[in-house]
């Protein structure tokens, strides 16, 4: 039973008991999709659903088979290495980039900042499909569609928002004294860039950085119209998976990029939290 | 003062600052500093101080002007190459760094070899008394600690010039009376040139070898405290270091150099002056408050000038009185708290005396 203060009526009460299980409601629908997923990838019938055996923990109902499928599949395969190899530019070229972008944004001499910044931001208020179907035209100008580097550029460009918005974030609590302080100490002004801004907006670019990756990992759309027979990526096949041939084998891709996803969390925030310490931010007592 | 070099080692030559090409913020400011000086700038907010500072160390360009380290004009040298230390008010110390790699960046940057580096942030550690917090990151540092390594920070790399912009501005005022002994020590010990900003005149006093008060974006007064406080230069100065009673009047004649003023109520001052010798015309005669003596009875003194008791106030070293001229201008009176401290009832009259070289007549503007 919960302690409420003397002076609280029976409507404050049930108040209170409606907001906490009304949360407890969302976070269930949030997050029970995702983790039924991962007891059914297991499954060893071909369905989405919990056969009987399942549900009284039978060992035979259970089986990896759909993880074999996915491993022996070459268009899985495909779709798992395409999808890091173009991630990892897409997150490398879109975090340079947006850094760039943020620390020119923050400096006081730069005009028309705020024109700037909401043009740079757009790729991810516009619709997807527009920004897709744009990007179709234009690349195939250049013969980018249906390449590696058509791909890249395009989800870089889809990411460099997310690592503007924190690396900003990062700087505008960032004192200008200290990079004054660099120069003042004859460092350059690149040098000090390293040496200053640099380790202080860490967190900032590093949070960015796996949103455009996160961002280049789950992204569809773009990737159907650009993307040729070779550069499938993981969404991309789930996507024709679904319609073709509907088994666990998705679930079991799916199981796989939550535990990705985690462990690629977990990585970033040990990270984060490392330069936040380094930052001297944190209290030593 | 310790000025062993040039008298025009730092030369402002008639530097302008415009932030938005209409509104000068610094209108015409020329100064000579010389080599080891210690130089204050002193001015109300907003009057350019940081502005003037701003574009020595080259993080604010010049809009007309030249600024001349060394007989060399460094108006358009990049800042990192002036060699020209900084105390920011922020301390602005590198938090990610330790405080022996803070001190150390400097001569970092300057590809020392790491022994020699070791053994000159050891010597500067000592030098502010923090040997033992060597490995400590700054935010583990009190503010009063904080601010040395920052002032150790910009010496480390032996500069000719360093500049202060409000150093102490964020210490208690304990903190603040050591750290100015602090940076004196290390002045006198280190002999480099200092340009401090501050808008606190108790500092600028003490710690100056000369102060320039600035306001309007020019220098009103370029001197010694000394001179700065006992011949200002004019009302504003006058006004602005310690404190003043203006007494106004108008000029009637003229006396060896001086001018002599006949205030309300008839009596007449003589009183030095700088910028009004016109006779018919009005004035504002200034006397400082300690410079003014309360008569036990009347005489017929020059230079004195007859009041009425208006209030007294206990202040504990000393006692202010509060006396009022016929035109109601208000006169207050400093008097060392001894066993002569005289007393009045309201409305008695008072007879104060000055000397003639304590009191100057600025024109009215
Ligand atoms: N970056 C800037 N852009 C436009 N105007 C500025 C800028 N910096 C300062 N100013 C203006 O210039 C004037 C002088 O400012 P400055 O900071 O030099 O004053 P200060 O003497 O240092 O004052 P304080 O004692 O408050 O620090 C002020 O009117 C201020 O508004
Ligand atoms: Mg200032």
Redesign the interface.
């Known amino acids: 039973m919960q302690k409420f203060p003397a002076y609280y009526t029976i409507w404050h009460k049930l108040g209170v008991y409606a907001l906490k299980y009304t949360a407890w409601l969302v976070l269930f629908f949030l997050i029970v999709p995702i983790v039924v997923i991962i007891p059914l990838s297991f499954n060893a019938e071909p369905y989405f659903t919990f056969t009987r055996g399942m549900v009284t923990l039978d060992p035979a109902a259970y089986s990896t088979r759909w993880y074999d499928a996915v491993v022996t599949n070459p268009n899985w395969m495909l779709a798992i290495k395409n999808s890091f190899i173009i991630g990892f530019f897409a997150t490398i070229v879109a975090t340079v980039l947006g850094t760039l972008a943020a620390v020119g944004l923050s400096s006081q001499y730069m005009p028309y900042k705020r024109v700037i910044m909401a043009l740079m931001l757009s790729p991810m208020i516009v619709p997807s499909i527009i920004v897709a179907a744009g990007m179709f035209f234009f690349f195939t100008k250049f013969g980018l569609a249906g390449s590696f580097v058509g791909l890249v550029i395009a989800h870089a460009a889809l990411g460099v928002p997310f690592v503007i918005i924190t690396v900003t974030a990062t700087l505008s609590g960032f004192d200008r004294s200290l990079y004054h302080a660099g120069l003042s100490m004859g460092a350059s002004p690149l040098k000090t860039f390293f040496d200053v801004v640099m380790p202080l907006i860490r967190p900032g670019v590093i949070s960015g950085a796996m949103f455009a990756f996160v961002t280049s990992f789950d992204e569809v759309v773009v990737v159907l119209f650009l993307a040729g027979p070779g550069q499938r990526t993981i969404p991309r096949q789930m996507f024709s998976g679904l319609r073709e041939q509907i088994n666990p084998t998705i679930l079991a891709v799916a199981t796989l990029l939550i535990l990705v996803s985690v462990a690629f969390l977990i990585t970033l925030e040990f990270l984060r939290r490392r330069s936040e310490r380094l930052r001297g931010l944190e209290d030593h007592g | 003062m310790s000025t062993d070099g040039a008298l025009d080692f730092l030369r402002f030559a008639n530097i302008q600052k415009s932030y938005d090409q209409k509104t000068m913020v610094v209108k015409d400011f020329s100064l000579d500093v010389a080599k080891g000086e210690f130089l204050t700038l002193l001015g109300p907010s907003g009057s350019g101080k940081t502005t003037v500072l701003m574009m020595m ?3 604010e360009s010049v809009t007309h002007g030249e600024i001349l380290l060394d007989g060399h004009p460094i108006t358009r040298t990049a ?8 105390v ?1 008010q ?1 301390y ?5 760094m330790s405080i022996a790699e803070n001190l150390a ?2 001569l970092k ?2 590809k020392l070899a790491k022994a020699d580096i070791a053994q000159k942030v050891e010597k500067f550690l000592q030098l502010i008394e923090l040997e033992d917090f060597a490995g400590r ?4 540092l009190s503010g009063g600690q904080r601010q040395r390594v920052a002032l150790a ?2 010496l480390i ?1 032996s500069p000719s010039l360093v500049l202060m912009d409000e150093p102490l501005g964020a210490l208690d005022k304990k903190l603040r009376e050591q750290m100015q002994l602090e940076i004196m020590r290390l002045h006198k010990k280190l002999g480099f040139t200092v340009i401090y900003v501050t808008h606190d005149q108790t500092e600028a006093l003490t710690m100056s070898d000369r102060i320039a008060v600035f306001n309007d974006g020019v220098v009103q007064q370029c001197a010694a405290p000394e001179v700065l406080y006992e011949q200002p230069a004019n009302a504003f100065v006058a006004d602005f270091i310690g404190e003043n009673n203006f007494v106004p009047g108008k000029i009637v004649g003229l006396d060896e150099g001086m001018v002599r003023i006949e205030i309300a109520g008839g009596e007449e001052i003589i009183a030095m002056h700088s910028d009004c010798d016109v006779i018919g015309t009005k004035c504002r005669v200034s006397i400082r408050p300690e410079k003014m003596f309360i008569l036990p009875s009347e005489h017929t003194f020059a230079n004195k000038i007859t009041v009425k008791f208006l209030a007294r106030l206990y202040v504990g070293d000393y006692i202010r009185y509060f006396f009022e001229l016929p035109d109601k201008t208000e006169v207050v009176v400093k008097v060392l708290n001894d066993h002569e401290a005289p007393k009045f009832g309201e409305g008695d009259e008072a007879h104060l005396i000055s000397r003639r070289k304590d009191c100057f007549a600025f024109a009215v503007t």
Do not use: C, D
Request: hydrophobic share 45%; net charge positive.
């Open positions: 160390a080259g993080f800042p990192y190459k002036r060699n020209i230390g900084m920011f922020n602005a110390l590198f938090p990610h960046y400097p940057v300057r990151m700054p935010a583990q920070r910009a790399f």
